[in-house]
């Protein structure tokens, strides 16, 4: 059974933070490269970031980039996406996915696995 469980979305203000989780179960996780994607109403499911086991080097969307960080705890099976000066256009259903590629890329089609999706929504 392979689970991905996001947690920590809800409602903010303009320019508040909010830090997502993402817990893994039935997959090894430290050979897991994750990404995190988000949808919104009316809007194609759209790459945020990820970041890479092999490297554990992050890379992000030019629209998130300098406000997001992702970060990886393997002790933890967990993967964190630390949002920053959070704007009402980052209002979306946000999710993680895994694959065990060794250099997965922006598109969907790369990942295996997807977590159910936590909604966040940033009020002006």
């Known amino acids: 059974q392979v689970q991905l469980v996001e947690s920590g979305g809800g409602l903010v203000q303009a320019g508040g933070s909010l830090r997502l989780s993402c817990a893994a179960s039935?997959?090894?996780?430290?050979?897991?490269?994750m990404g995190w994607f988000r949808q919104a109403p009316g809007k194609e499911r759209e790459f945020v970031g990820l970041?890479?086991?092999?490297?554990?080097?992050?890379y992000y969307a030019d629209s998130v980039k300098g406000r997001f960080t992702i970060s990886r705890d393997n002790a933890k099976n967990t993967v964190y996406l630390q949002m920053n000066s959070l704007k009402p256009e980052d209002t979306a259903v946000y999710y993680c996915?895994?694959?065990?590629?060794?250099?997965?890329?922006?598109?969907?089609?790369?990942?295996?696995?997807w977590g159910q999706g936590t909604q966040v929504t940033v009020s002006s």
């Open positions: 996915a895994a694959t065990s590629t060794v250099v997965p890329g922006r598109s969907q089609s790369d990942y295996a696995y």
């Open positions: 039935g997959i090894t996780f430290s050979r897991n490269s």
């Open positions: 970041i890479r086991w092999i490297s554990a080097t992050p």
